[in-house]
Every structure is written in structure tokens, then in C-alpha cells.
């Protein structure tokens, strides 16, 4: 099996191409990152740099393979909304047209339950229920790239669509290290008592679901598919248990939303002034995307992919906490 992998030099892409490596599928591995390109490559994968945001780069560097595994996107809260046009809209774009001109048929696409957010509590969300408007940029072009491809399929392009929640493991640079410097300052802010319950993903878990849907049926695909750890934890138990692995003391400090928003409405406008930062500390959605509860069902994945999360909440931080300190020692 020879399978192309978008965004290689990040986080997700990067442990799936190296996974899939290992099991000895033919990987040509696609990123921006020259220096985590080379790391690729001294572990014996091919390595292409390739910018999706240009067209001519994504056709140069693709060639005839099995299935394309798209990981590279824009993810943030706030930026221009060209950028994330241009990295998550526009791209997509250049891989279904590489797809097409390299005969290539399957297309896993990695999307995000950001989609899902409304502002309110939310529960067991299935695939099928209605969207709400999008709240951020991000969510609203990672729903565009996923039309894309709805619209590609017709024209015979095979696709699956993963919505992952709070993937988490080595190499993750933005959730857990986040927990890190939260809890440097002398107090831990939670909002609205850390009550919120979320589903949170660890990589591997992930990496599993990807795998599960190479061989899927027909039927399968054409599909968007929730994935999680299954097991939905309160945000003051996520943040509580990981700083007691670090062994580092959990002094929470409980903010109400309210004055959280109102703050982070403060910092947005500052950030929109021409000498102010260029990205808020906080802004309007982090803040509700953590005060919300917010937990998604992984049915259909269990029974259309046979997916089966074998790493629990627990066992992941623990093996992220073991792979850091082994960072930190070498």
C-alpha cells in the first residue's frame, strides 16, 4: 500500500506517517518544516516539502498512490481569515485537483468538533445533527474544505472525514504543554468551577481510526465520523489529573464565564488595534469552548470502522507524561 500524508511535519500527520512507516506501508511524507522533514527522513521515510497553499507545489510533489491521508491545516482561534482560507479552503482544493490528475481515489480528510460548538451545553453529538452557524474562522473553512470533497465525491473521489476531539500525545505542542503553563501561575483558572464535561482523544487512539478505515467497506466511506477516547471527563478532572502525573500542585482559581468573556472581549479589541498584539492571550471562544460541556458520540465509527479506543484518559497522559521527560532528559 503507498499512501500520501499531508501535513508530516505536524503533530497528527507526523505520528501517522511514522506509525504507518512502521508497519511497513510505503509512505511519502508531505510538510512545510524542513528540520522535522529531515527527522522524517533519518527514520527512513520520504519527505517532500510542499506548501498546500500552492497549487503547483501539491501537484509537483504528489504522484500515484493508494490513498491520501490530509492532516496540514491552518488551527487557531484567531488569525486573518484569508490565511485559514488559503491553508484549509484553497488547499484542500489543490489536493482533490492532485487527487484527480494522480488517479487517486481515496482521500482521508482530518477535520474538527469545532463545528459543533453553539455556545450552549452539548451532548452525545451525532454526525447527522444539524450544524450551528460557525463560530470561528477555522470551523467555518474546515466545513468548506469538507464540502469540497462532498462535492468531489461526485465526480468519483472517495473520501472519509474525521471530526477528532482534543487529540493529545508526543509531539503535541498546544494541549497539554497549555496545562503546563497554566499551572505555573500561582492559581489554575477554571471557569465555571471546571464542571464542563468534554471527550478528549489520544493519538494513538486516533492513529488506530485512521488505520480502521483503510480497509473499510464501500459503504463506509463518503462518511464523517466522530472520534474520541469515549469516555467524557469534567475539564477540572482532565487538568487536575495531568498536573498530578507531572507531580506539580493543582491550585485552582474558579472563574465565572461572565468575567472571563468580558475580559477576553478586551484583549480581541486590543488585538484588532494597529499596534496591539497580534493574537489575544484569550478570546470570546476559548473561553465558552471550555466553560461548555461539550461530548460527541463515537457510534458510528465503532460500527462502520470497527473502531475500538484501547487507550484510556489516564493511560494517554501518563504515556505523554513518559515520552516528555525522556524528551527532557535527551
Not at 527522513?41 to 516539502?49: A, K, P, T, W
Amino acid at each position: 500500500m503507498h499512501i500520501i500524508v499531508t501535513g508530516a511535519t505536524g503533530f497528527i500527520g507526523r505520528t501517522i506517517a511514522e506509525r504507518f512507516h512502521e508497519e511497513g506501508i510505503n509512505i511519502l511524507a508531505l510538510g512545510r518544516d524542513m528540520d522535522k522533514g529531515e527527522n522524517l527522513r533519518r527514520r527512513g521515510l520520504r519527505f517532500q516539502r510542499a506548501d498546500i497553499r500552492s497549487a503547483d507545489q501539491v501537484m509537483g510533489a504528489f504522484e500515484a498512490a493508494d490513498c491520501v491521508i490530509h492532516c496540514a491545516g491552518k488551527s487557531a482561534d484567531w488569525g486573518r481569515p484569508e490565511e485559514f482560507e488559503a491553508v484549509n479552503v484553497d488547499g484542500t482544493h489543490h489536493i482533490i485537483d492532485a487527487c484527480r490528475v494522480h488517479s487517486i481515489h481515496k482521500l482521508i480528510f482530518v477535520s474538527t468538533p469545532s463545528v459543533y460548538y453553539s455556545g450552549r451545553d452539548r451532548f452525545r453529538i451525532r454526525e447527522e445533527d444539524p450544524l450551528p452557524a460557525p463560530r470561528t474562522w477555522y470551523a467555518r473553512t474546515k466545513l468548506k474544505a469538507e464540502r469540497e470533497l462532498l462535492n468531489a465525491s461526485r465526480d468519483g473521489l472517495q473520501f472519509i472525514t474525521f471530526r477528532p476531539r482534543a487529540v493529545y500525545g508526543p509531539y503535541d505542542n498546544t494541549i497539554v504543554p497549555r496545562i503546563l503553563a497554566l499551572a505555573e501561575k500561582k492559581q489554575f483558572p477554571l471557569l465555571n468551577g471546571g464542571n464542563a464535561l468534554t471527550d478528549i482523544t489520544y493519538i494513538d487512539n486516533f492513529v488506530d481510526a485512521v488505520r480502521s478505515a483503510l480497509p473499510a467497506p464501500e459503504t463506509a466511506w463518503n462518511q464523517v465520523y466522530n472520534i474520541s477516547n469515549g469516555d467524557p471527563i469534567r475539564i477540572r478532572d482532565w487538568f487536575e489529573t495531568v498536573l498530578h502525573i507531572f507531580d506539580i500542585p493543582f491550585r485552582p482559581k474558579f472563574v465565572p464565564e461572565i468575567a472571563a468573556k468580558a475580559v477576553a472581549t478586551v484583549m480581541e479589541t486590543s488585538s484588532r488595534l494597529p499596534f496591539g498584539p497580534k493574537k489575544p492571550a484569550m478570546t470570546r471562544f476559548s473561553v465558552g469552548y471550555m466553560a461548555k460541556s461539550m461530548t460527541m458520540s463515537i457510534e458510528k465509527a465503532q460500527t462502520q470502522l470497527s473502531y475500538v479506543p484501547r487507550i484510556g484518559n489516564r493511560e494517554g497522559f501518563e504515556r505523554y507524561a513518559a515520552w516528555y521527560r525522556t524528551r527532557k532528559r535527551s
